[in-house]
């Protein structure tokens, strides 16, 4: 499969957010990625599953939502990892930016969070609902999306491991407030970060069946 891929700055509000973005022909949408607090688009594991969606036909943009310098802000106070105002504007800027760009303006947009990024991927898709084909969550705390949770109107995919019982627990409340919208799957004997044999591939096949799901939905209406 023929790819492009090239290294981007997604303008954000003032920030400029390095990025990798990757487009295979005839891409069916673009999977944002949106990392949790202490984590980058270097993420073994959400670079795991992106190769796994490029695969099936689906771009990827794994970008920083924080700049180096707030990054090591961040790790001496804490400041930035749970503002997830600043992260939801972020994501938003970032889907404004590949609405832009020629190999993803046509493209509807998969919002992916992991951790606190889930909550601020809940927030970008509760501010652009037309713009977003579905939200999926690995590990994530949509709880801390808030008030954003009802006014979500895409679908949410809610990826947690079985034996990550406190995540499991915040995202059944996390569902209950987005009612219909949102489906949970739970991996079976998987901790937080998905480590266990075969946790990660089974991930990546669910989130790439529901991809496939929500654009055959899309294409029906």
Same mark, same amino acid.
């Given at each position: 499969?023929?790819?492009?891929?090239?290294?981007?700055?997604?303008?954000?509000?003032?920030?400029?957010?390095?990025?990798?973005?990757?487009?295979?022909?005839?891409?069916?949408?673009?999977?944002?990625?949106?990392?949790?607090?202490?984590?980058?688009?270097?993420?073994?594991?959400?670079? =795991?599953?992106?190769?796994?969606?490029?695969?099936?036909?689906?771009?990827?943009?794994?970008?920083?939502?924080?700049?180096?310098?707030?990054?090591?802000?961040?790790?001496?106070?804490?400041?930035?990892?749970?503002?997830?105002?600043?992260?939801?504007?972020?994501?938003?800027?970032?889907?404004?930016?590949?609405?832009?760009?020629?190999?993803?303006?046509?493209?509807?947009?998969?919002?992916?969070?992991?951790?606190?990024?889930?909550?601020? =991927?809940?927030?970008?898709?509760?501010?652009?609902?037309?713009?977003?084909?579905?939200?999926?969550?690995?590990?994530?705390?949509?709880?801390?999306?808030?008030?954003?949770?009802?006014?979500?109107?895409?679908?949410?995919?809610?990826?947690?491991?079985?034996?990550?019982?406190?995540?499991?627990?915040?995202?059944?409340?996390?569902?209950?407030?987005?009612?219909?919208?949102?489906?949970?799957?739970?991996?079976?004997?998987?901790?937080?970060?998905?480590?266990?044999?075969? =946790?990660?591939?089974?991930? =990546?096949?669910?989130?790439?069946?529901?991809?496939?799901?929500?654009?055959?939905?899309?294409?029906?209406?």
């Amino acid at each position: 499969m023929t790819m492009m891929s090239e290294t981007v700055v997604v303008p954000a509000a003032g920030a400029a957010l390095p990025g990798d973005l990757v487009v295979p022909e005839s891409a069916r949408a673009v999977v944002l990625f949106a990392h949790g607090s202490g984590s980058s688009r270097h993420s073994p594991r959400n670079r =795991a599953v992106a190769a796994a969606l490029r695969e099936a036909g689906l771009a990827t943009l794994l970008i920083d939502l924080l700049t180096e310098a707030e990054e090591r802000r961040d790790i001496v106070t804490g400041e930035h990892r749970f503002d997830i105002a600043l992260l939801g504007r972020r994501l938003v800027a970032a889907m404004e930016w590949l609405g832009t760009q020629p190999g993803t303006r046509d493209l509807p947009v998969v919002l992916f969070g992991a951790s606190t990024g889930a909550a601020a =991927a809940l927030r970008a898709a509760a501010e652009r609902p037309a713009r977003v084909l579905t939200v999926v969550s690995r590990g994530g705390r949509p709880d801390l999306a808030g008030d954003a949770l009802p006014a979500v109107r895409a679908p949410v995919l809610l990826v947690v491991g079985g034996q990550d019982h406190e995540v499991l627990r915040l995202n059944e409340e996390a569902a209950r407030r987005l009612g219909s919208a949102a489906s949970l799957r739970v991996v079976p004997g998987a901790t937080h970060l998905f480590e266990e044999p075969g =946790a990660l591939e089974q991930v =990546a096949d669910t989130v790439r069946r529901w991809c496939e799901e929500c654009l055959r939905e899309a294409s029906a209406e």
